[in-house]
């Protein structure tokens, strides 16, 4: 079902390759160009009517953020993903509020975790989850959540970590037999 | 600071203009005070004996512990018998029961709650979380040593603790009590600036008075 799918989509759009996890779930690699032009021809066109999330990875080694919009058919219980990479510097991205209203909720969550903008989309720039953020933003893997919680949460003493087959060991033998 | 907080005038609906400084005008900002017991010894006793008996919750879940206060809420392990029941306000409730991972916006919240309970008040953490961070322990949001924000009167360990740990609990707390040893609202007004502190270093964005009972 994939297959044909992206058959049937490389005549219309330049894409990137495949990938087929399952008979009914795939992921394409498009550039962001024609993402818009794509998710209108799928919601419209394929029947994907259903976003069913947007999110974002970090590629910190490449230097990009790839962003992943999740869809779905429900007449043909398929579920097909577009990935599209942008910049890490200045992260920003062409909203798509217009297509499908649920995805100015996710566009701010990715603002507020990632830092990736979406100018123009409604109320991007509000706070959302985080109150009076003073760093990075959290899901950016630069951020050093560890080190972050030392210097700002009080650590208390006496936290002790064992690897499990030596203390049991040491409780079933104490006299090393 | 959020615009609603902020200083402004407004007019009236009969066109008359005043100003209004919502932090001043519409909280009381002045620091808790320490009631120390006045009666004798006996009488004391007997209220301490009265408080234990009353332990009225207040029903604000943190974190998931929430969910292991539903069972004891119904017949299943029913609280009630023991005199404990939850409330739906701050202003009815002495006891908080912090349950779970807090985060820091909770955290916020949990210390205006706190704050608006009628002494004599109890705190409860419930669950590895309030202890030492538990799984969080390296979180960027969750608080890991409930104590150094509010005066906690008693611990439940486990993740997450079963609700006859926490009918355990209550039944430590009531001796806690008895023993005139609740003293968490004195606590905390004694140690007011230390406890300030230590939540003005966590929460960034502080946009309420220090005291708003």
């Given at each position: 079902m994939m297959h044909t799918l992206y058959a049937e989509l490389k005549k219309h759009f330049p894409l990137g390759e495949l990938t087929a996890q399952r008979e009914n779930l795939g992921f394409i690699t498009v550039e962001r160009e024609h993402l818009r032009a794509l998710l209108l021809h799928l919601r419209d066109k394929?029947?994907?009517?259903?976003?069913v999330l947007l999110t974002a990875v970090d590629w910190i080694e490449d230097g990009i953020f790839q962003l992943t919009y999740l869809l779905s058919n429900r007449d043909k219980r398929c579920d097909l993903g577009l990935r599209a990479m942008v910049p890490r510097d200045g992260a920003s991205m062409e909203s798509i509020h217009d297509v499908w209203p649920t995805a100015a909720t996710y566009q701010r969550e990715l603002f507020e975790m990632f830092g990736i903008d979406f100018p123009?989309?409604?109320?991007?720039?509000?706070?959302?989850?985080?109150?009076?953020w003073i760093e990075i933003?959290?899901?950016?893997?630069?951020?050093d959540t560890k080190k972050f919680a030392e210097e700002n949460f009080t650590h208390r003493e006496g936290r002790e970590t064992n690897d499990p087959a030596e203390y049991m060991k040491k409780q079933l033998y104490p006299d090393g037999a | 600071m959020k615009d609603e907080l902020k200083k402004r005038t407004i007019k009236g609906p009969d066109g008359f203009e005043f100003e209004v400084d919502p932090l001043h005008d519409?909280?009381?900002?002045a620091p808790p005070k320490v009631h120390p017991p006045v009666y004798v010894k006996i009488v004391e006793d007997m209220f301490n004996w009265a408080r234990s008996e009353s332990i009225w919750i207040l029903?604000?879940?943190?974190?998931?512990?929430?969910?292991?206060?539903r069972p004891l809420m119904?017949?299943?392990?029913?609280?009630?018998?023991?005199g404990v029941q939850w409330r739906p306000t701050p202003r009815q409730s002495n006891l908080f029961i912090i349950s779970g991972y807090l985060s820091v916006k909770t955290l916020k919240r949990v210390i205006r709650s706190y704050e608006q309970m009628q002494s004599p008040k109890y705190v409860m953490g419930l669950g590895s979380c309030t202890i030492?961070?538990?799984?969080?322990?390296?979180?960027?949001?969750?608080?890991?040593?409930?104590d150094e924000y509010l005066p906690v009167d008693l611990y439940v360990a486990?993740?997450?603790?079963?609700p006859e740990a926490l009918l355990k609990g209550f039944e430590d707390l009531k001796k806690i009590i008895r023993a005139g040893e609740g003293e968490g609202a004195n606590i905390y007004a004694e140690n007011f600036d230390w406890y300030k502190a230590n939540q003005k270093k966590v929460i960034h964005d502080w946009d309420m008075p220090d005291y708003n009972w």
């Open positions: 394929e029947g994907y009517t259903h976003l123009d989309s409604p109320g991007v720039h509000d706070p959302f989850i985080l109150e009076g933003p959290p899901y950016r893997r630069d951020f | 519409y909280y009381c900002d029903g604000f879940g943190t974190g998931c512990g929430a969910i292991e206060m119904t017949p299943r392990f029913d609280a009630y018998r023991y030492n961070g538990g799984m969080y322990w390296d979180s960027y949001n969750t608080i890991k040593k409930l486990g993740c997450m603790p079963r």
